[in-house]
């Protein structure tokens, strides 16, 4: 069965400071691969999406994430956090098309002064 | 162009009352999906509409859950009758060339 592994549930860090949210999964093969980011009182947003192609992947809001198929992770990077980034971050996979999303539990970002 | 829209933002009911939850979805979006965080947990698929057909009802917990899209354009999910368990935050999802566009969900708390 397909999975996303979220380790870190909350992470803190200093406006300023560079950012990185884990994120491995399990799944047969390639699969289609997404982050996404609600903000309280805010429906999912897309920040961004791997299908094929270059493993490092731009987004919005100066969101990238790197697919790495040996150690199956899609782990998300931001160099210099704002304070509008405190969120909550899912990883999340699909089989591509119209397919049902698989979620991670979820990374809630804090972000300090 | 407007987003989802989910209706109620927040409903609290007793337990062995019935719920509905509306989804309007992007105009021309043939795709509709269901999904539900429970506290603490991942959020996890529901079901699948294309245009008013159930494509994949697999997630769907148990028969107290009911979701039509009569006309296939709005979605009524409804918990008849709400257990403790069904607390949590329903989000609809629309698409129609593969992106899903979330709404921003319907807390539901059953005390």
């Known amino acids: 069965a397909q999975s996303v592994t979220q380790p870190d549930i909350h992470i803190t860090v200093s406006e300023g400071a560079s950012l990185e949210l884990r994120c491995n999964y399990s799944y047969g093969a390639t699969p289609y691969l997404f982050w996404y980011v609600q903000s309280p009182g805010q429906g999912l947003q897309l920040l961004l999406k791997y299908f094929s192609g270059d493993t490092l992947v731009q987004g919005i809001k100066g969101f990238e994430a790197e697919f790495k198929r040996s150690q199956s992770s899609f782990n998300l990077r931001k160099p210099s956090v704002h304070w509008s980034d405190a969120a909550e971050y899912f990883c999340a996979l699909s089989n591509g098309g119209y397919q049902k999303v698989t979620f991670g539990i979820g990374t809630k970002l804090q972000v300090i002064p | 162009e407007a987003g989802v829209t989910q209706f109620p933002s927040h409903s609290v009911i007793e337990k062995g009352q019935t719920v509905t939850l509306r989804c309007d979805p992007i105009?021309?979006?043939?795709?509709l999906y269901w999904y539900r965080r429970v506290m603490g947990k991942e959020i996890k698929f529901l079901l699948h509409?294309?245009?008013?057909?159930?494509?994949?009802e697999s997630g769907m917990p148990n028969n107290r859950f009911l979701a039509e899209r009569t006309g296939g354009t709005y979605s009524t999910l409804k918990v008849q009758p709400a257990e403790l368990e069904d607390s949590g935050v329903y989000f609809c999802a629309s698409s129609q060339r593969g992106e899903q566009f979330f709404g921003p969900g319907t807390r539901l708390t059953v005390l």
């Open positions: 105009s021309g979006h043939d795709n």
């Open positions: 509409f294309v245009k008013e057909s159930k494509q994949d």
